[in-house]
């Protein structure tokens, strides 16, 4: 099992807010990362580092973190955005980079 | 733009020796982890391990006993290989960049370029 947990599956209607969460106990001192991945593609990340940016995503992604638990928050989500998410950060030793079980977006 | 390309056999049976290779095209092979991730059919992502530009491993403990990755830095490329495969192996696999980020003191993996993946297939 992972040291990251994650649902495995949520839902959210066209053009709502979702959050998409990670807990784990190394979020208390690292910084997840969230990857997008859609059927049969490589994944793509979309949040690294407190909440980070890559250039070409769409700005309703940001990732916020209190305590034990990551958030990716997707605002007014589109039907492009269904796909599979995967946040990453470190095991407890802090030596090794985990992802959590990966959650399954439907956009309704 | 960097690019990250990657090749190997996709077919081995049993107990023998998974080999991929990884080049990196358009950019610094300095200054970064280059890694490997696997994805089982219909499952999650698994980190294998990564090298840095110098040859510093670090390897996923589960697979620690099976795993080696080497740079050649001469042609900018990195390897994976597994041996004594079983069918738990079998998974695409993904070369990928990690720009290891600080912020305010802490840290996290951007795994922000990947290979096309490879599916390798173990099967007697």
């Known amino acids: 099992s992972s040291e990251l947990t994650q649902d495995p599956a949520v839902s959210v209607a066209l053009g709502q807010t979702v959050r998409i969460t990670c807990q784990g106990d190394s979020l208390r001192s690292y910084y997840a990362s969230w990857y997008q991945q859609k059927p049969g593609q490589a994944p793509v990340v979309v949040i690294y580092g407190k909440s980070n940016r890559p250039s070409g995503i769409p700005d309703r992604f940001s990732g916020s973190s209190s305590g034990n638990t990551a958030s990716l928050t997707i605002t007014g989500a589109q039907a492009e955005d269904e796909a599979d998410y995967y946040c990453n950060s470190r095991d407890s030793s802090g030596n090794h980079p985990v992802f959590g079980g990966g959650t399954k977006l439907t956009v309704l | 733009q960097v690019q990250l390309q990657q090749w190997g056999a996709g077919l081995l049976k049993p107990s023998e020796t998974l080999s991929l290779t990884c080049a990196v095209y358009?950019?610094?092979?300095?200054?970064?982890?280059w890694t490997w991730i696997r994805q089982p059919p219909g499952k999650g992502l698994e980190w294998i391990g990564e090298i840095n530009h110098s040859g510093s491993t670090n390897y996923n403990p589960s697979l620690k006993s099976r795993v080696t990755i080497s740079v050649d830095t001469s042609k900018n490329q990195f390897s994976l290989k597994l041996s004594s495969v079983t069918a738990a192996d079998t998974a695409v696999y993904y070369c990928?960049?990690?720009?290891?980020?600080?912020?305010?003191?802490?840290?996290?993996?951007?795994?922000?370029?990947w290979g096309q993946g490879t599916m390798v297939t173990v099967s007697s």
């Open positions: 358009g950019g610094s092979f300095s200054g970064y982890y």
């Open positions: 990928a960049r990690n720009d290891i980020v600080v912020v305010s003191a802490a840290m996290a993996d951007a795994f922000d370029i």
